[in-house]
Nanobody, 118 residues
Framework: QVQLVESGGGLVEAGGSLRLSCVRS????????MGWYRQAPGKQRELVAS???????NYADSVKGRFTISETNAWNSVHLQMNSLKPEDTAVYFC????????????WGRGTQVTVSS
C-alpha cells in the first residue's frame, strides 16, 4: 500500500519561506507524476505544482516564480520550496501521487497546514 506523509507546514510571516516535504512509502512499478495541491477554507482543492516522472514541472500561475517542486531519493520524497509567501497562500497542502501499481492509481497524503500572517 502506498502512503504519503507530508511535513514542513507551519506559521510564517508574509514574505517568509517554508519547505514542504512528502515521503512516499510502498512498492510501485512506475511514477507517473507527483504534486502538491492546496485547499483553503471554503474553497476547492487546487493544483499548486506537479512534476512528472520525466522531470517536467507545472505550476499554478499564482505561485510561479515563488514556489519550486523537486524530488529526491529516487522519487521517495517530493519537496515544495515556498518563498515570498503571501497570506493568500494559507491553506492545507496535500501531497498527491499518480503511480503504476497493479494499474494506474492515485494516492493522497493527509495534508499539512500552512498559515501566512500579514
Amino acid at each position: 500500500q502506498v502512503q504519503l506523509v507530508e511535513s514542513g507546514g507551519g506559521l510564517v510571516e508574509a514574505g517568509g519561506s517554508l519547505r514542504l516535504s512528502c515521503v512516499r512509502s510502498g512498492i510501485i512499478d512506475r511514477i507517473n507524476s507527483m504534486g502538491w495541491y492546496r485547499q483553503a477554507p471554503g474553497k476547492q482543492r487546487e493544483l499548486v505544482a506537479s512534476i512528472t516522472g520525466s522531470g517536467n514541472t507545472n505550476y499554478a500561475d499564482s505561485v510561479k516564480g515563488r514556489f519550486t517542486i523537486s524530488e529526491t531519493n529516487a522519487w521517495n520524497s517530493v519537496h515544495l520550496q515556498m518563498n515570498s509567501l503571501k497570506p493568500e497562500d494559507t491553506a492545507v497542502y496535500f501531497c498527491n501521487a499518480n503511480v503504476e501499481v497493479f494499474g494506474m492509481k492515485e494516492f493522497w497524503g493527509r495534508g499539512t497546514q500552512v498559515t501566512v500572517s500579514s
